[in-house]
């Protein structure tokens, strides 16, 4: 059964920086595509970025510029580095991955940005 395990959460003051990664473990196949989403209490989970296979990446306009997500394939892993984090980047952040047979997600993991 394949599990998005995510780490890398915590808190950080505003302008810091954390980098959150995603391992795809219980399978030998590659994602398609794998992303972040985050969801803030009372609100919806957002898509924050997300990459193709092939690297091609896409970002929500309020993380472009800040956030960097990258992934190795061969260890089917996702990374998301965060900069210059700020307040209203405080939500529990989940992993998401999909093949060709089914989609993922993570278990999420915290990110708290204090002021």
């Known amino acids: 059964q394949v599990q998005l395990v995510e780490s890398g959460g915590g808190l950080v003051q505003a302008g810091g920086s954390l980098k959150l990664s995603c391992a795809a473990s219980?399978?030998?196949?590659?994602?398609?595509?794998m992303a972040w989403y985050r969801q803030a209490p009372g609100k919806q989970r957002d898509l924050v970025a997300s990459i193709t296979i092939g690297g091609v990446t896409n970002y929500s306009d309020s993380v472009k510029g800040r956030f960097i997500i990258s992934r190795e394939n061969a260890k089917n892993t996702v990374y998301l580095q965060m900069n210059n984090l700020k307040p209203e980047d405080t939500a529990v952040y989940y992993c998401y991955g999909i093949s060709i047979i089914s989609v993922y997600w993570g278990q999420g993991t915290q990110v708290t940005v204090s002021s």
């Open positions: 219980g399978s030998t196949r590659v994602m398609n595509a």
